[in-house]
Each structure stands twice: as C-alpha cells, then as structure tokens.
C-alpha cells in the first residue's frame, strides 16, 4: 500500500488532500513562504497523530507540524520538494477540561488562541496569553513558537503559562504530561523540551495552561513621549505605582502609527502625532473606577515630571478596546504599506533608547531615507524594529537587495547590547543561519544533541531551526 493510501485508511480519505488549492497551509501569513506538500494530513485525534507519525517514520517521510499557519518566520509550511506531510492540527480544537479550583485548563492543541481565551471566560477566568493573530493561530502553535504577546509584562510568554504537554514523539508513541502540577521535580523537565521546540522534537497535541481570576476593571490609557529614554522612565514610575496591576506597556513609534492612520483611517486617534506613544493596561482586583483613579494619579505625576507631554485615560471598555486595536493593527498596516525587513528584538529596558537611537543612525548612514516602523512590548524589552523601504523603493526589490546587510547591522548592535535576535517568533526558515552564526558552539552541540536523541531520523521540520 502507498504512504497516501496508507495516511487515508487512518484518518479517513477526506482528511488527506493532495489535489486542488493548497496554498491556506503550503503559502506563509506573510506570503513570503510557498512550499508544496505531498499531502496535507489532519487527523482528528492523538491516536491518529500518533499513527500518521508512525507510518510517515517507517517510510522516512518528514513531518511538518502546522496549526494556525500565522508563524512569521516560515517554519510551519513545507519546503518546495513535495515530498513533506503536513500534519495540521486543526481537527483538533476541543476544551477537554477546565478545573476552576485548580485554576488549569485542558485544550487540544488545535484550538484557536480566542476560543481558549473565551472557554475560561465563560467560567470566570482569564487566560491571558493574548496576541494579535489571536483570532486564527493556535495553542500548539503558541506552545511550539513559545508565543509572547501583549501580557508578558505581567503573566510571561507561552511557556510561563503552561503546566503540562501531551506529544507525540518522533517514533510515534504519546507522551501523556497533562499535569495540573505547579510543583514537580521528577526529573528533566520535558515539557519544557517541547516549548519553543517549533515542530522540530515532538507534535504537541494537549496542554494543560494555568488560568487566573478574571480582574473586575481593565482600563486602557494612551500617553505621548518625546523620547525613548521618557518611555522607559514611565515604565518605572508605572511599576512604582500600580504594581502588578500593570499588564500592558507598549510603545509605538510615530511611523508606526502613522501608517496605522493612512491605511486605518477609521480608527480612533486621540492624542497629537507625537514621537512616540505608549499604550499602558491596567487591571485592577477593585473596580473601574478605582483603576481610572490611579491612571490619572500616574499620568498626572509623569506629566508634572516631564516625562509625558500628553495623555488619555479610555473611558470605556469599548475605548480600551479600540485603542488596543490601533496598537495590534500595526502589523497589518505594514503589510499593506509593502513587504518589509522585520525584527523581534530584546535588549535589557535599561539599554533600548541607546540601542534604537545608535541603531537608527546607523541605518540611516547604510540607506539613507531607510524607515523604521519601531513598536512593541517595551515592558519585556522587546521591540519589533521593522524597516521599511525609503519612500518610492519597491519593497520587495528591497527585501532581495538589503535584508543581509540590514540584518547584519541591527543583530551586531543587538548583541553589542546583550540582547536576543529572535524575542518571540523564533527560527524557523527565516533565522536558522542566524542560530547557526551567533549561538555559541557549545550551545549549538547541545542542541543538536538534544534534537538527535528525539529525533534520530530527522523527520520532524527538517532544515527548520537547527
Ligand atoms: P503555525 O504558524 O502553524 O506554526 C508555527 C511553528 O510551530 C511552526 O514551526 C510549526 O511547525 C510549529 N507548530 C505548530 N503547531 C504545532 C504543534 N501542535 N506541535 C508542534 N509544533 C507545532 N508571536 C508572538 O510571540 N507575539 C506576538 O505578539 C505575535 N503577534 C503576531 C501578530 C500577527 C498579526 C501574526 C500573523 C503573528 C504574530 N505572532 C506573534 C507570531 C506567532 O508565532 C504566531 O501567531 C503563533 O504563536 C503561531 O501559532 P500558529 O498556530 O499559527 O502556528
Ligand atoms: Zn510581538
């Protein structure tokens, strides 16, 4: 029997596809990626799982692991070979479990990111991983790229928030790790093996992620900066002041926002352009009120210090809402204005108004009229420093002509910083000779040795990371 015929007998033949438009899982979200499967697989169950990967080891065919398909950096579509399966957890999108007094939930790992958001808010719980892509990508997919996000600053990325795994491995046998533990030395830690693995150890198929109550208020405000270094000097101050009630800190550049007024025009823009705007999130246990309160005793203090030329305290959730939907349609709104170099830095907060200002300049000086479209969770010192073409160069000439170079100048000044060349999206495609450049040579053996005893045939994303 073939490996097609095979595939169909497990997962049935109308969850095979081989034939037709591929492209929602063989092309990238940023179509920068096309690849052609031998098959797409979605099985609807960990048993399938486990038998698709069982028949693809025996006849050697590499696997690559897919949920939302909303991955940045290409590793979550097939190479151009169409010898690859592409296994799309998408079938599996159950809530298997939520336990209100242990505070965990349990979902298969093709669930959508807001369906998980909305299962623990029907029980009066927050789940509080949240990211833009939030409506299509998926919690294996979260788990696998160790996702980020906007409430990092106060809850931590994926891996922070996730208790226990079910995956299966390279050899087609489940590792059942759904523990609710928070507290479990037995050992090495596999789970956190497979977090931020990117499809290349293990197919995640459940996890088991911590909740928290559900706060009474959040309350959104806008503030205008006139420098990095006065972003940063808020962020202190807002530390100071409202303590772990702080769950938000974004900065936005003003090109950035820009570009959100020209494509968006639509959207709420309350304050003067200024050079940069922060978005600050407060939640609060008390009330609305008492949250609005300390904002402006915040603002007020930051404005008399000089540090804040402007502000706005949203006067409704549906205001905070809007203006979060200004900050997470920069991404898109970069898409529409063309094709750009992007960049998911982090250097310690302390470091970053140097790092952008002796960055930008050198940037300048390399192509001059370059644009820097500069936003992101400045509380976990991660920025996204995109750049952009000058104004009337073809973006994609200039993705082909200057990514290297562009590239090189901003990763050396990241790690004259001690910074990280990847905060959040990962290797995938898009980095690996990267990884292979700048992670020290111990590190990388560690790594190939930790993939070599999970992996030994190499069949899980090959060429993707290591
Ligand atoms: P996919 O794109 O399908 O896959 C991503 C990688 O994980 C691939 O290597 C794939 O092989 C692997 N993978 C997927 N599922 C599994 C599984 N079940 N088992 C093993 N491996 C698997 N990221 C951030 O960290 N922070 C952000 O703020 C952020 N914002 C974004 C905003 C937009 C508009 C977009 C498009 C993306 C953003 N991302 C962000 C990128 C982020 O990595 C993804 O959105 C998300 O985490 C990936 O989930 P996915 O289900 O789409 O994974
Ligand atoms: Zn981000």
């Known amino acids: 029997m073939t490996l097609l015929a095979r595939l169909r007998d497990i997962v049935g033949p109308a969850q095979v596809l081989s034939n037709g438009d591929l492209s929602a899982w063989e092309l990238d979200w940023r179509r920068r990626w096309r690849g052609k499967a031998l098959a797409v697989v979605r099985p609807g169950s ?128 489940v590792w059942s790790g759904l523990s609710g533990l928070r507290k479990d030395n037995t050992g090495y830690d596999l789970r956190d093996l497979f ?84 978005l600050l999130e407060q939640s609060d246990t008390e009330g609305e009120a008492q949250a609005r309160e300390r904002f402006e005793a915040l603002l007020g203090a930051a404005l008399e210090a000089g540090i804040v030329s402007d502000a706005v305290v949203a006067e409704s959730l549906a205001q905070s809402q809007a203006l979060w939907h200004v900050r997470e349609s920069i991404p898109l709104a970069q898409a529409e204005e063309g094709v750009n170099i992007k960049h998911d830095i982090s250097v310690p907060v302390s470091r970053i108004p140097a790092f952008v200002d002796e960055t930008d300049a ?60 990847s905060a959040e999206h990962g290797i995938g495609a898009l980095k690996r000779d990267e990884l292979a450049a700048r992670k020290s040579p111990v590190a990388l053996k560690l790594m190939r040795g930790i993939k070599a005893a999970l992996d030994p045939q190499g069949l899980l994303n090959p060429g993707r990371m290591l």
């Open 362 to 421: 050198a940037l300048q000086r390399h192509l001059p009229g370059i644009r820097l479209v500069n936003f992101g969770h400045l509380g976990d010192g991660n920025l996204h420093y995109n750049v952009q073409a000058p104004a009337g160069v073809d973006g994609r000439r200039f993705l082909d002509e200057q990514e290297h170079a562009v590239n090189r100048i901003v990763f050396d000044a990241v790690a004259a910083c001690g910074g990280s060349f």
């Open 195 to 278: 977090v931020g693995s990117e499809g290349t150890l293990g197919i995640i198929t459940a996890a088991t992620m911590k909740l928290a109550p559900l706060p009474a208020a959040t309350t959104t405000a806008l503030a205008a900066c006139a420098t990095l270094a006065d972003c940063v000097a808020l962020l202190g101050l807002a530390r100071q002041r409202l303590g772990a009630g702080l769950t938000g800190f974004e900065a936005m550049g003003r090109f950035a926002l820009d570009l959100v007024v020209r494509h968006f025009p639509a959207l709420p823009n309350p304050l003067p352009a200024a050079p940069w705007t922060v």
């Open 46 to 173: 960990t048993e399938e799982v486990a038998a698709v990967v069982r028949v693809c080891a025996a006849c050697g065919t590499a696997i690559v692991p897919q949920g939302g398909n909303t991955g940045l950096v290409g590793g979550g579509v097939p190479d151009a070979s169409g010898t690859q399966v592409l296994l799309s957890l998408q079938r599996m999108h159950r809530v298997r479990e939520i336990d209100t007094a242990n505070l965990t939930l349990t979902a298969d790992a093709g669930c959508v990111l807001q369906a998980v958001q909305e299962a623990a808010r029907a029980q009066g719980l927050l789940f509080p991983l949240s990211l833009a892509a939030e409506g299509s990508c998926t919690l294996g997919g979260n788990l696998a790229t160790n996702a980020g996000g906007t409430q990092v600053l106060r809850w931590g990325n994926a891996r922070d928030l996730c208790l226990g795994l079910e995956v299966v491995t390279a050899q087609g046998e």
